[in-house]
């Protein structure tokens, strides 16, 4: 039953993620966007289900397929709800980290950095060209690909087949401006810090406190990438210093709703962030977090 | 794949009945009880994914096993939150369904109520015993069981050997003055009548409203008997005339959170009819509900 516990940790993490409140600028239980509900998550969260247990029963086999899943992983999203785009950043952060966690004892976290990086550092051609089918199912709503790579369509696809390019090298040109990428080709090193600080602050708070203190260390730490290509790099860096001030004050209830309804109003949604939130709070389930 | 599409489904149905809000007297996103909070709700929802495919294979299978899914289901529930109680009515009702779903494609709907009480009027002694080993363990604050078999322990577990009563037989007892059980032996009459409202319901509105309205129709249809058992008659039949009044005037968003915080406030929580809720959008989910 060891992928149904990782399949169940990915989900719960994505749940709670998506759950807390205030969050800033995204998606919660107390608001949805226009097109994008709370309620989209939740269904797109069940569907992913079978999507991480398969990850975890190839892990476990040493079998290839990030991008197999990540594809999969949209289409089963999408099968299940009608809102778009929910959940393709966490997927592609959270299906190789299931996959390593499939090929060990959930509770051996030592080995799963490694692992994790392994995986991404052994993707193909495939597993690229998986992905760039699945984009324009997910619909995203900014360029998450690499420029030349842009047109996420036949075009590109026959571009990363004839320069033989892997995910890995895609992600590594993409990561230079895009935070997901970042992990993905880094080690995950931010998924694994925030959620040494989830755990952390799980001991002394309510899990849903817990989640949003650490989103905005998160967002006060790093610059929001979904922002930057959505808005410019002047967005994402008031964004950051904002959630700096708040952090060095002590985020009072009532500031923290002050500064959602600020991004909200203003369509700043942090998506890289909520992502990363979510990896982390994988991680830390996975590790043994319970409330 | 037919047997994660029913486990989706219920899943789903789980998520959605908690999250939906105003929501009478029950915890929903907006709130707690003082033990159970929603995101215990969320965590044990998740839990019992696995619990939900393996009824749809033995289903499948034409395996028995109702009692042994609902002490399961109890088990990974209480493993993965520490809340207590969340979902002991909601699984009795929803492993039957779901054995039934997984014997059919999930779309041949007309074939569900019949087939899930036939999985109930053939359960066994055993799955008596099974499912009063788990009632300790759930945690239910009110009593289920019949009079005569109320010590939940080792003494009414030897009486249930003694004179052989199947689980069928001990609820046909309790259906006296238990809605759930009720459901269990008269074929499911509630969850599929108010499936059906749900889902058209939902044609018109958004999801979380076709809930709410759903289940005040239901609050005013019924007495719920958790609040009878847990407060007396007179309380259940004050929520279910408060209910109906609210029905009658076409029940705005202010008067149902006024109704909400009286109910709250008294602590009078409707658990039975969430717990149908949860069965009828099992169903309508089953049925090809989507948004």
Chains 1, 2 share one sequence.
């Not at 269904?43 to 289900?49: P, Q």
């Not at 590109?156 to 992990?183: G, H, N, P, V």
């Not at 939130?277 to 977090?289: C, T």
Request: contains cysteine; aromatic residues 8%.
């Amino acid at each position: 039953m060891h992928e149904d516990d990782v399949a169940r940790s990915a989900q719960l993490a994505l749940l709670l993620e998506v759950s807390a409140y205030p969050k800033p600028g995204n998606v919660d239980r107390t608001h949805d966007f226009r097109d994008t509900s709370y309620e989209h998550f939740l269904a797109s969260s069940v569907a992913l289900y079978p999507v991480f247990r398969e990850a975890a029963v190839r892990g476990n086999a040493g079998e290839p397929g990030v991008g197999a899943l990540v594809r999969k992983g949209v289409e089963a999203s999408i099968a299940w709800q009608r809102g778009g785009n929910t959940h393709f950043g966490a997927l592609l952060l959270m299906i190789p980290l299931a996959m390593a966690a499939g090929a060990y004892p959930a509770l051996d976290l030592a080995k799963l950095p490694r692992s994790a990086a392994e995986i991404m550092r052994n993707t193909t051609v495939d597993d690229a060209i998986e992905v760039y089918r699945a984009f324009p199912k997910a619909k995203v709503k900014v360029r998450r690909s690499v420029p030349e790579l842009d047109v996420m369509d036949d075009a590109s696809i026959e571009a990363i087949m004839k320069k033989q390019l892997t995910l890995f090298e895609i992600l590594s040109i993409s990561a230079s401006y895009d935070l997901i990428s970042r992990e993905l080709v880094g080690g995950f090193t931010l998924s694994f810090r925030f959620a040494a600080l989830v755990t952390e602050y799980a001991r002394e708070s309510r899990i849903n406190d817990a989640i949003t203190h650490t989103y905005l260390q998160l967002l006060a730490a790093e610059e929001d990438t979904f922002i930057t290509l959505k808005f410019g790099p002047e967005k994402s860096r008031y964004v950051r210093d904002r959630a700096k001030q708040l952090v060095a004050t002590g985020c009072s209830r009532d500031e923290l709703e002050a500064f959602d309804a600020e991004l909200v109003g203003a369509g700043l949604n942090p998506g890289s962030s909520a992502d990363i939130i979510a990896a982390a709070l994988f991680i830390s389930i996975l590790g043994g977090l319970r409330f």
